[in-house]
């Protein structure tokens, strides 16, 4: 199956600093990518939908400015979580549609971000 | 988007038994995903089944989907300890639509 790569699996930065997280689809083209959060023991919480060329779109109650979105490229998507705090401390996870017509998503394994 | 909602949150067999989770959704679908979660780690697809079929099998995985009822239905025969995991649904109303997940279903089995 199509693999979908992110990096770093795990960051812990000071309050206040950014982070990028990347999301690579490593060998087919994604033109659409979802971020998701996780908290411990829940599910995972759609935060965008990231489209190629053009801007994402962000869920409600999602903040765009707080976390930036860019997909450059067919097979990157990065996510910057700005001016982070220890309420930003999650799981990350990234998927990508690999362009089929059924909508299956391949996911990433995750990035766990640590705010201190 | 919708997100289906599992049933039941959480189950523990021996290994060996047989694992039944179910999931219900609200409106029309074009197919239902199911997907794995072992824990801290990225969701895996596990199958597909579209909304003219109603079983599909995959190995050990046994999907059934029912339409006028709303509901499909993931049966893992013969389980392992290494089936311990989440198990999402998701169902799905177009190709590219987003999909939104449910609480999932925690299996939890006893070597």
């Known amino acids: 199956g199509a693999v979908v790569s992110q990096h770093p699996s795990w960051v812990i930065c000071k309050s206040g600093t950014s982070v990028k997280i990347e999301c690579r689809s490593l060998?087919?083209?994604?033109?659409?990518m979802f971020w998701y959060r996780q908290f411990p023991k829940q599910s995972l919480m759609l935060m965008a939908t990231?489209?190629?060329?053009?801007?994402?779109?962000?869920e409600q109650g999602v903040e765009k400015d707080k976390f930036l979105i860019n997909h450059a490229s067919l097979t990157l998507s990065t996510l910057t979580v700005t001016s982070a705090h220890p309420e930003d401390s999650s799981f990350y996870i990234c998927?990508?549609?690999?362009?089929?017509?059924?909508?299956?998503?391949?996911f990433g394994e995750g990035s766990r971000l640590t705010v201190l | 988007s919708q997100q289906g909602e599992e049933d039941p949150q959480a189950l523990s067999i021996q290994e060996g038994e047989n694992a039944t989770m179910n999931c219900s959704y609200k409106?029309?679908?074009?197919?239902l995903q199911w997907y794995r979660q072992n824990s801290g780690r990225g969701l895996v697809h596990l199958i597909l089944?579209?909304?003219?079929?109603r079983e599909k099998h995959s190995g050990r995985l046994r999907v059934t989907l029912d339409t006028s009822k709303k509901s499909s239905s993931l049966l893992i025969t013969a389980s392992r300890a290494a089936d311990t995991a989440s198990y999402f649904c998701?169902?799905?109303?177009?190709?590219?639509?987003?999909?939104?997940f449910g609480k999932g279903i925690t299996l939890s089995v006893r070597p």
């Open positions: 998927s990508a549609l690999a362009g089929s017509h059924t909508g299956e998503l391949f």
């Open positions: 060998d087919f083209q994604a033109t659409t």
């Open positions: 990231s489209n190629e060329g053009s801007k994402a779109t962000y």
């Open positions: 409106t029309s679908i074009n197919n």
């Open positions: 089944i579209r909304s003219n079929e």
């Open positions: 998701a169902p799905t109303t177009g190709a590219n639509s987003k999909l939104t």
